[in-house]
């Protein structure tokens, strides 16, 4: 039942804001007020982070899931959808994304990771005085899930389109099918995680925000801190490296940045693959948007 609320709390919002229609100048602010939500809520997870019983010993096994966790879901990533790329090419003629740009972009991933820090340290310095926020956390989440349908709509996206978008569809289907391959393997090579659980993990697609909260609250603050720096790994990797392999293999690129290809990293894919892959970037990250919460939901629900 707990599963059930859980999903409905995700989608709820985010249907709901795909049918709220807003204006340009709107929309601006949404985006600026989408940023400093994320900000809090990295905050708040690094509160939660700071309660863990025996923190100093858990850092070292937080570090190395979430290492081999990246390497085995990113591995898979690249070599299905470099494959994909090289036997059913797709031309990407499009041109190098600037250092200043993408220097920009990797200093708003620096700020990310800082607000968990000083979530972690605020809580570690005064842990008499902090209470964990469990219904603010759960109110800035169906707030953050909601705007983001609301840019979902404001881009002028509709699934008429993503759906005819064939090179999206299909990347966002084998894209789906290795994370999910990665995520095996992780539970293979990790003792202590369950099949479930790198199913789960694996789901997060690189919405760090969403798979923190998720994971917590199916697994505890350790699991969840875990998800969110695999995903922040995967957008730090994806700001790195959609320009240098945009032009032989624009699937893999694109999906590299998994749900942030709908956000994030999409300036740094249109720098990267011009106009002419921008029907894949939004087929695909629309589907991998609307995906990651129900399967996350879903692989964590089988544990229990």
């Keep these: 039942m707990q599963n059930v609320q859980t999903l409905v709390m995700i989608l709820l919002p985010l249907f709901i804001g795909f049918m709220i229609p807003v204006s340009a100048g709107i929309l601006t602010w949404i985006n600026r007020g989408l940023s400093w939500l994320v900000y809090l809520i990295l905050l708040l997870i690094g509160l939660s982070l700071s309660q863990v019983h025996n923190l100093g010993n858990q850092l070292g096994m937080i570090a190395l899931s979430a290492v081999v966790l990246f390497v085995c879901v990113m591995g898979m990533n690249l070599l299905c959808l470099v494959a994909f790329d090289h036997y059913f090419p797709v031309s990407a003629a499009g041109h190098q994304t600037t250092q200043s740009h993408a220097a920009v972009s990797i200093g708003g991933s620096l700020k990310q990771v800082a607000c968990v820090l000083l979530g972690l340290a605020i809580g570690l310095l005064w842990p008499d005085k902090m209470v964990l926020p469990h219904d603010a956390i759960n109110v800035a989440v169906m707030v953050l899930i909601l705007l983001v349908g609301i840019q979902l709509r404001g881009s002028g996206i509709s699934l008429h389109r993503v759906l005819l978008n064939q090179r999206g569809v299909l990347t966002a289907v084998i894209f789906m099918l290795a994370c999910m391959a990665g995520g ?59 320009p240098f392999i945009m032009r032989r293999y624009p699937s893999a690129a694109v999906s590299s940045g998994g749900a942030t290809s709908l956000d994030f990293t999409l300036p740094v894919i249109q720098a990267s693959g011009g106009l002419a892959v921008m029907p894949l970037a939004i087929s695909f990250g629309f589907i991998t948007n609307i995906m990651s919460p129900v399967l996350m939901v879903f692989f964590s629900s089988l544990s229990h």
């Design 184 to 242: 095996l393997l992780f539970a293979l090579i990790m003792p202590s995680v369950s099949w479930s659980q790198g199913l789960a993990l694996s789901s997060g697609y690189g919405w760090y925000s969403l798979s923190g909260i998720v994971m917590s609250h199916a697994y505890g603050p350790v699991i969840g801190s875990v998800a969110i720096l695999n995903d922040l790994a995967r957008e730090f990797f994806a700001l790195l490296f959609i």
